[in-house]
């Protein structure tokens, strides 16, 4: 799991515990992840990845994606992560929230990116 850098800040309690759910009931699928400026970067599935951690699962299954991808909300996302110490799985959980701060933080500041980007075009 250290190989992989992840491309999120924040982790919703409620998300992670149905992941956790989900993982307990056998349902697991391989994790998306792309190379990018010489990372191995996590596309998706971030809290399933941290449900496995917790879990005591040393690797995850991934696969390389190679579908389109916005390339650079994913570079400012990477940013931000590495920025704010997130540098493998394991740093999410410093920076586990409840539902409605995840949504505010997280998926507020990617909204509010992919606005300032329109806006720029």
């Given at each position: 799991m250290d190989e992989?850098?992840?491309s999120q800040t924040y982790l919703?309690?409620?998300l992670l515990d149905e992941a956790i759910r989900t993982v307990e009931k056998g349902i697991l699928r391989p994790f998306p992840v792309r190379e990018m400026d010489g990372q191995l970067i996590l596309l998706d599935g971030h809290h399933?990845?941290?449900a496995l951690l917790l879990m005591g699962f040393a690797f995850i299954p991934c696969m390389l994606y190679d579908g389109p991808i916005d390339t650079?909300?994913?570079r400012w996302?990477?940013?931000w992560a590495m920025d704010e110490g997130i540098e493998k799985i394991g740093h999410l959980g410093k920076?586990?929230?409840e539902h409605g701060d995840f949504v505010s933080l997280w998926v507020g500041a990617c909204e509010e990116y992919k606005r300032k980007r329109r806006n720029n075009s």
């Amino acid at each position: 799991m250290d190989e992989v850098q992840p491309s999120q800040t924040y982790l919703s309690r409620k998300l992670l515990d149905e992941a956790i759910r989900t993982v307990e009931k056998g349902i697991l699928r391989p994790f998306p992840v792309r190379e990018m400026d010489g990372q191995l970067i996590l596309l998706d599935g971030h809290h399933t990845a941290y449900a496995l951690l917790l879990m005591g699962f040393a690797f995850i299954p991934c696969m390389l994606y190679d579908g389109p991808i916005d390339t650079d909300m994913y570079r400012w996302a990477v940013r931000w992560a590495m920025d704010e110490g997130i540098e493998k799985i394991g740093h999410l959980g410093k920076r586990i929230v409840e539902h409605g701060d995840f949504v505010s933080l997280w998926v507020g500041a990617c909204e509010e990116y992919k606005r300032k980007r329109r806006n720029n075009s």
